[in-house]
């Protein structure tokens, strides 16, 4: 039973616009969230993160929103650029431990 | 700051051999100390966790195990490795305390023949 999904396997965006990437998850009990994004054959890096007492978390041109209610969170990344293409990794904190999802390849052409 | 090594960065190894991967972190202590898998075309995997010296938590059944000898020393090994444990193992850390970002190393690149 897979506790974090991302759906979409792969998105492809025009540089400029935005990117939303997006995870759903099951267990009510997560109290953070976090993105990380990775490069092949690299270790996953962290973007952002969020507490689920909150809705929303800026940094730059990242953004990661929060719903509760229907236990889904979103990345933002605008304007999106050719550097961001990467996969994509959504994670849900339960204590010590994170729970991943299966990760978004996100491809940014000119 | 604080860095953490994986070593090797890539490992051959044939059905039935011995395996011992290693992560160390510098710059802090008492971290919890995580291992990952990612398998071809899959998310990451939690194989185990620790949360201090001699500690570990294992999250899935399996041909591997690991310890932590030293407070920012962990290891990853098997007696006999199978065909299935072919993957890109992940060490990370993070502050002891719960709610922390999770910080990852560079990966090992298993193929097992």
């Known amino acids: 039973d897979q506790q974090v999904k991302q759906n979409s396997p792969s998105l492809s965006v025009q540089e400029g616009r935005i990117s939303i990437l997006n995870c759903d998850y099951t267990n009510s009990m997560f109290d953070y969230f976090l993105w ?58 339960d204590t010590d431990k994170l729970i991943f999802g299966t990760g978004t390849r996100l491809q940014v052409f000119p | 700051s604080q860095t953490i090594h994986q070593w090797p960065a890539t490992l051959v190894q044939p059905v039935g051999s011995p395996l011992s991967l290693e992560c160390t972190v510098e710059g802090t202590s008492n971290p919890n100390l995580y291992w990952y898998r990612q398998a071809a075309g899959r998310g990451l995997q939690l194989l185990f966790y620790s949360v201090g010296i ?21 290891i990853l090994s098997s007696k006999k490795l199978l065909l299935s444990d072919s993957g890109f193992y992940l060490c990370a850390w993070s502050v002891s305390g719960g709610q922390e970002t999770q910080y990852f190393g560079p990966g090992t690149r298993l193929l097992v023949l």
């Open chain 1, 36 to 93: 990380y994004k990775k490069y092949p054959a690299e270790g996953p890096t962290f973007l952002i993160s969020i507490s689920s007492i909150k809705d929303k978390n800026e940094d730059g041109r990242f953004t990661v929103f929060l719903n509760k209610s229907a236990k889904h969170l979103s990345l933002h990344i605008v304007p999106s650029q050719p550097g961001d293409s990467a996969v994509y990794f959504c994670a849900a904190g």
């Open chain 2, 54 to 74: 001699g500690q570990i938590s294992s999250e899935v059944p399996q041909n591997l195990s690991a310890s932590r000898p030293q407070d920012r020393q962990f």
